[in-house]
Antibody
Framework: EVQLVESGGGLVQPGGSLRLSCAASGFTFSSSWMHWVRQTPGKGLVWVSGINSDGSSTRYADSVKGRFTISRDNAKNTLYLQMNSLRAEDTAVYYC?????????????WGQGTLVTVSS | SYELTQPPSVSVSPGQTASITCSGDKLGDKYACWYQQKPGQSPVLVIYQDNRRPSGIPERFSGSNSGNTATLTISGTQALDEADFYCQAWDSSTEVVFGGGTKLTVL
């Protein structure tokens, strides 16, 4: 059974930092693109970042470029998102998602999400 | 920036067919996919690459994509299908884009 378990969310002040983790199991983590997608409470979904299977290629939404860093540890089957210079508009539930196979991007499995609140 | 537009809400009677549209410039040139999200739960992929169903997704879910519109069709809609549905597309220039979501009400 595929499992993606996010952790690391919480309350942080504007300008602060937070690191999210996503522990993966039930599939070959080291062969999968992985992504972070966020959802503002009561609103829609927004892709944040993605990383290829060996970590050599990363992509970011313009809204987080230069502030967030995605990484992975294939030995630990864990995905990370380092979030710096956090803003109120970064407040959201952050989901870890496994990318699908093929020449396009879609999300086959999603974690349960972790809530990040940026507020003073 | 690239945008995908969905109707905010769609209503359907039990047993009838529900159609949810997703519009974007030349969307038919990209692959579209669809997610179902029930209250308090994570999204679930129901259609990918325009019309392919992941294992475990009922046959009553189908998809199409042509021109500027992708459509998710739910045949024989059941009460348990009530949820928010999001379309999503990708290409190398626009990255990943989600539609704003459609609330499907079965009444």
């Amino acid at each position: 059974e595929v499992q993606l378990v996010e952790s690391g969310g919480g309350l942080v002040q504007p300008g602060g930092s937070l690191r999210l983790s996503c522990a993966a199991s039930g599939f070959t983590f080291s062969s999968s693109w992985m992504h972070w997608v966020r959802q503002t409470p009561g609103k829609g979904l927004v892709w944040v970042s993605g990383i290829n299977s060996d970590g050599s290629s990363t992509r970011y939404a313009d809204s987080v470029k230069g502030r967030f860093t995605i990484s992975r540890d294939n030995a630990k089957n864990t995905l990370y998102l380092q979030m710096n210079s956090l803003r109120a508009e970064d407040t959201a539930v952050y989901y870890c998602a496994r990318g699908g196979a093929g020449a396009t991007v879609y999300f086959v499995y999603w974690g349960q999400g972790t809530l990040v609140t940026v507020s003073s | 920036s690239y945008e995908l537009t969905q109707p905010p809400s769609v209503s359907v009677s039990p047993g009838q067919t529900a159609s949810i549209t997703c519009s974007g410039d030349k969307l038919g040139d990209k692959y579209a996919c669809w997610y179902q999200q029930k209250p308090g739960q994570s999204p679930v992929l129901v259609i990918y690459q325009d019309n392919r169903r992941p294992s475990g997704i009922p046959e009553r879910f189908s998809g199409s994509n042509s021109g500027n519109t992708a459509t998710l069709t739910i045949s024989g809609t059941q009460a348990l299908d009530e949820a928010d549905f999001y379309c999503q597309a990708w290409d190398s220039s626009t990255e990943v884009v989600f539609g704003g979501g459609t609330k499907l009400t079965v009444l």
